[in-house]
């Protein structure tokens, strides 16, 4: 049977990823939100966001692909049994991802963000040098970014430790798994990176807590969900001197509201978003192969475990 698609999001990509899903399964009808002539007959929905009462809408729904590598936006664990959830596998994220936390451990490292603001005050005064392997960056999570990344500071002579759920080896890092492994990992940290996904387990996870935890003078990187960080938490640190910097690319918020205290804190720095945006190139075809999968009866990539929410 061919496969009815209905697609929700930006026109260029809808036509970017129909003409890929096309060229490889010619018999498959697309569906542009928000025409929907035969709801019944949907399959397949990608979208970022889910529109509302998507599952009444779509009574035959089997698959839900997330345009990104996040899916918490769907609350996985409470979709049917029947409704499959994909999230986005593509190299083109994995390279974004990486340039973004590269430049952000190296804009702390050399200490970039104090000569901006020094810079602001036409003050010439040198910061302390150190070497990659005077510096320890830590990654919380160790999945499709995570790791990867980890692995390329480690070319780059950064002392580097992870954090996962289940226990890893990875060459050149030092990896540590599980809650109880939690405050050996953040003890050895002078850059903490956070690239979870978003559960009920890591919700809140970078509070008072857990970031008071790292070395005095540590600074931290938030590319995962603006839900992990407790953003009073982080303020009281940042302010009391007990952290030194926060990279932050993703708020509780979004648009990030203009009256927000973060946009004038001299140790924020603040991106929107932007650390890995989903191209229409490179992730229309893994969309496309996807599908193919599912028609094979094949196992398809990034498919998630509802349960355990990633
Ligand atoms: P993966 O699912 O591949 O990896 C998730 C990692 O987190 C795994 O190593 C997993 O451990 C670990 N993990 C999950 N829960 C816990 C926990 N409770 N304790 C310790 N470790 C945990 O995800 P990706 O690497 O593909 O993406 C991560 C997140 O990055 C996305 O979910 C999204 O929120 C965010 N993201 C942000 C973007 C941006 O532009 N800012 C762009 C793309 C993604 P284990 O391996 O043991 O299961
Ligand atoms: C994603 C994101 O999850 O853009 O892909 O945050």
């Not at 009815?4 to 129909?18: D, M, Q």
């Not at 780059?156 to 798994?177: D, E």
Request: overall charge negative.
């Amino acid at each position: 049977m061919p496969l009815t698609i209905l697609y929700r999001g930006p026109t260029e990509r809808g036509v970017s990823w129909r003409q890929k899903v096309l060229a490889l399964l010619p018999d498959t009808r697309w569906y542009d939100w928000p025409t929907v002539p035969e709801p019944e007959q949907v399959d397949a929905l990608i979208t970022w966001l889910p529109p509302d009462n998507y599952q009444q809408l779509l009574p035959n729904l089997q698959l839900i692909f997330s345009v990104g590598a996040g899916v918490d936006q769907f609350s996985p664990a409470t979709l049917p049994p029947h409704i499959r959830l994909v999230r986005m596998i593509d190299p083109g994220i994995n390279k974004m991802m990486s340039s973004f936390v590269l430049s952000a451990v190296l804009m702390l490292h050399r200490q970039h963000l104090a000569y901006a603001q020094q810079q602001r005050n036409s003050l010439w005064q040198p910061q302390s040098v150190a070497l990659p392997e005077e510096c320890r960056v830590g990654i919380m999570g160790l999945g499709q970014l995570g790791a990867g990344i980890a692995g390329q500071l480690a070319y780059l002579g950064f002392q580097v430790a992870g954090w996962s759920q289940s226990a890893k080896q990875l060459p050149g890092v030092t990896t540590f798994a599980g809650q109880t492994a939690l405050a050996d990992f953040l003890s050895g940290l002078d850059i903490l990176v956070c690239l979870l996904p978003l559960t009920d387990d890591t919700r809140d996870i970078l509070c008072r807590d857990t970031l008071q935890q790292l070395p005095v003078g540590a600074a931290l990187i938030n590319a995962g969900r603006g839900q992990h960080l407790v953003e009073d938490d982080l303020l009281q640190l940042l302010n009391s001197g007990h952290l030194s910097y926060a990279v932050l690319d993703v708020f509780r918020q979004e648009p990030l509201p203009a009256e927000h205290p973060f946009w004038q804190h001299p140790a924020i720095h603040i991106t929107p978003h932007i650390a890995a945006v989903t191209r229409h190139d490179s992730a229309g075809q893994q969309l496309a192969a996807n599908l193919q999968r599912f028609l094979a009866g094949a196992a398809m990539a990034g498919e998630v475990d509802k349960q355990k929410g990633y």
